[in-house]
């Protein structure tokens, strides 16, 4: 059963949706009513699910609705036999529904294929009326979880992982969050840290014994070797930005390591270098 907790009613925020076609309103709203009472029910996120767990709104014509990864394939069956034109646009982690010039992002993992959306995003749940319906919203600790990958050079998430830290940080399950990262830990530690210069004041908000757990576990690899391997995980936060690392200096790509089901990336395929690899 999801951990249902009330929230204000989203529809309510003044302009909310004022600026958005009625048209494509109701295309949105019909998408979320076809999953739900198909039984998905979906996970509103994007701007919605910031300002249920932050206050924060912004003005969208998205919306974001997160499905299990095991139900991908359900939903577009169900949304295609209701008259949108679906696609599964990338099998890692989105497909598309459209309804003429509209559409739905169907999400079903991070961009990299790491953040898999599953059970525990559905228990842990909050409540809030979305579009005139009543609708799931994807958890704040799953939402950090998901943009903590996010640091691509035209979009960084890192502000909304503030954002939620700053409104909800008494209230996060951290033992949950940092289990979620798992061996990538990491990169939340470095999220923490950020979060500490941006809000000093707003220390209390992340427990000093995660801080203290995590900033232990860093020490502790400094007194180990590095690894003789050469193996790029940035790759797992950007899908451009590393390429030449890949590419020019022979960096093994995290993601075939890392990501279950990776078979490349077809946008941008890395394109191994004829001759000697550059070795620094």
């Given at each position: 059963?999801?951990?249902?907790r009330?929230?204000?009613?989203?529809?309510?925020v003044?302009?909310?949706?004022?600026?958005?076609?009625?048209?494509?309103m109701?295309a949105?709203?019909?998408?979320?009513?076809?999953?739900?009472?198909?039984?998905?029910d979906?996970?509103?996120?994007?701007?919605?699910a910031?300002?249920?767990?932050?206050?924060?709104?912004r003005?969208?014509?998205?919306?974001?609705?997160?499905v299990?990864?095991?139900?991908?394939h359900?939903a577009l069956?169900?949304?295609?036999?209701?008259?949108?034109?679906?696609?599964?646009?990338?099998?890692?982690?989105?497909?598309k529904a459209?309804?003429?010039?509209?559409?739905?992002?169907?999400?079903?993992?991070?961009?990299?294929?790491?953040?898999?959306?599953?059970?525990?995003?559905?228990?842990?749940?909050?409540?809030?009326?979305?579009?005139?319906?009543?609708?799931?919203?994807?958890?704040?600790e799953?939402?950090?979880?998901?943009?903590?990958?996010i640091?691509?050079?035209?979009?960084?998430?890192?502000?909304d992982?503030?954002?939620?830290?700053?409104?909800?940080?008494?209230?996060?399950?951290w033992?949950h969050?940092?289990a979620?990262?798992?061996d990538?830990?990491p990169?939340?530690?470095?999220?923490?840290?950020s979060?500490?210069?941006?809000?000093p004041?707003?220390?209390?908000?992340?427990?000093?014994?995660?801080?203290?757990?995590?900033?232990?576990?860093?020490l502790a690899?400094e007194e180990?070797?590095?690894?003789?391997?050469?193996?790029?995980?940035?790759?797992?936060?950007?899908?451009?930005?590393y390429?030449?690392?890949l590419?020019?200096?022979?960096?093994l790509?995290?993601r075939?390591?890392?990501?279950a089901?990776w078979?490349?990336?077809?946008a941008?395929?890395?394109?191994?270098?004829a001759?000697?690899?550059?070795?620094?």
């Open positions: 059963m999801p951990l249902l009330a929230v204000a009613k989203l529809d309510d003044p302009g909310a949706v004022a600026v958005q076609d009625p048209e494509e109701s949105h709203r019909r998408a979320l009513e076809v999953l739900q009472r198909g039984g998905i979906p996970m509103v996120g994007g701007a919605y910031l300002r249920a767990h932050t206050g924060i709104w003005d969208t014509k998205d919306l974001d609705l997160f299990r990864k095991v139900q991908i359900e069956a169900l949304l295609a036999k209701n008259g949108y034109r679906t696609e599964l646009t990338d099998p890692l982690w989105i497909g459209f309804a003429g010039d509209y559409f739905v992002d169907l999400i079903f993992s991070s961009g990299n294929g790491v953040a898999t959306v599953d059970e525990h995003w559905q228990r842990r749940a909050l409540h809030a009326t979305v579009l005139g319906r009543q609708a799931l919203i994807v958890p704040a799953e939402m950090i979880w998901q943009k903590g990958y640091q691509e050079r035209e979009r960084f998430d890192g502000a992982i503030h954002h939620l830290i700053r409104a909800k940080g008494e209230k996060l399950d033992q969050l940092v979620r990262f798992g990538h830990w990169v939340l530690l470095g999220h923490l840290v979060f500490r210069f941006s809000f004041s707003d220390k209390e908000k992340i427990p000093a014994s995660v801080m203290k757990d995590l900033l232990t576990r860093q690899l180990r070797p590095a690894s003789s391997e050469r193996l790029c995980r940035g790759t797992l936060l950007s899908r451009q930005q390429m030449n690392e590419e020019e200096h022979g960096y790509d995290a075939d390591r890392e990501v089901g078979t490349g990336d077809q941008y395929p890395v394109k191994r270098r001759g000697p690899v550059k070795r620094d």
